[in-house]
């Protein structure tokens, strides 16, 4: 699973890559720096976004299978509630016809 998040994301870690490697070849001025410290926090939050984003799209993915088979669970156990009554009901009324016979 990390090797695959490391796959999707491996353009945006080389572009962290290249300002590094930027910052410490070239000599650059204040602005340049703060620029590219801006850039690279950009980049950053964009990576952590989309790994909260995957995150919680699975997590939301779970929970959304786990109620429709809550809800199938109410289901069966709510047919399975009326059956056994209906049983019940007709036993009781083939007891009473054989005490009557």
């Known amino acids: ?6 796959e999707k994301r491996l353009e945006l870690i080389q ?4 300002c590094e490697n930027y ?20 980049l950053l939050d ?3 976004e989309a790994i ?6 699975q997590t939301m993915d779970n929970l959304s299978k786990e109620l ?3 809800k199938q669970e109410r ?8 059956a056994e009554d209906v049983r019940r009901q007709r036993e009781a009324e083939e007891s009473g016809r054989r005490q009557a016979e």
């Open 75 to 82: 289901k069966i156990a709510n047919m399975v509630r009326i």
């Open 52 to 57: 909260q984003s995957s995150v919680i799209s």
């Open 23 to 42: 910052a410490k070849v070239s000599d650059t001025t204040d602005q340049d720096k703060l620029i590219l410290q801006n850039y690279k926090e950009r």
């Open 1 to 6: 699973m990390m090797f695959e998040g490391k």
């Open 68 to 70: 429709v088979r809550l």
């Open 46 to 48: 964009g990576v952590t």
């Open 15 to 18: 572009e962290l890559r290249a």
